[in-house]
């Protein structure tokens, strides 16, 4: 199960980001890079420090552009060694980064519906679907694109949303996880670690809950704890 909890590593620099690695060792294995750190000095080096020692990478990059410019975004990407990389849901950004994907183990992943956007965000934004039907659309769209997985919420209901978007073998990556009691921030469809998992979600992002606890090892051990209790529901 620790296999499946995904570390967000949104720290203020590399070096705030390697001490949480190096505090983290040996409890989790796989961490995510996102917009926090892919602009700081030497995340070229932590990448790679990461995936010598073993661990795997979530790229967080959120792709979207013309086709042509996703490809090889996502080819550099695969060079890179990274186990995960995230691209908007849109039928040509999917279509795009599969192809500049090529036979590279990586798996690529849609950003349906941001989690820290509801209904009402999205009627603001001109969206004329809610961020359920949404999601599911998206879900189709991704696994007829030949995606291996999307991002979507736990308030999503991973296992019903494969159902209703008829997409069995779909990965669902699940951010937005707050272990109970704890506060939402600013996403607004969440769900606690064994909910997410009792509900189908493949992996778990969680950043915050653990990169901002006073003991960040035992908040990611009790996270762990709870996502197995979630598995024997």
Known sequence: MA???IVALDL???EAAEAMVDHLD???SFFKIGLWLAFARGVDGL???LIADGNRVFLDAKM???GETVAGGVARAAERGVSFLTVHAEPEVMRA???GRGSAPMRILAVTVLTSLGDAELAAMGYRLSARALVAMRAR???ECGMDGIIASAADNPEALR????????MIVTPGIRPAGSEMNDHRRSATPAAAIANGADYLVVGRPITGAADPRSSAARIIAEMKEGAER
Do not use: F, M, N, S
């Open 3 to 5: 296999e499946r909890l």
């Open 12 to 14: 203020p620099d590399i």
């Open 26 to 28: 040996g409890v989790v």
């Open 47 to 49: 990448i790679e420090r």
């Open 64 to 66: 979207h552009d013309i």
């Open 97 to 99: 980064a599969v192809r």
């Open 141 to 143: 769209q991704a696994a």
């Open 163 to 170: 159902k209703e978007a008829d997409t069995p073998g779909l």
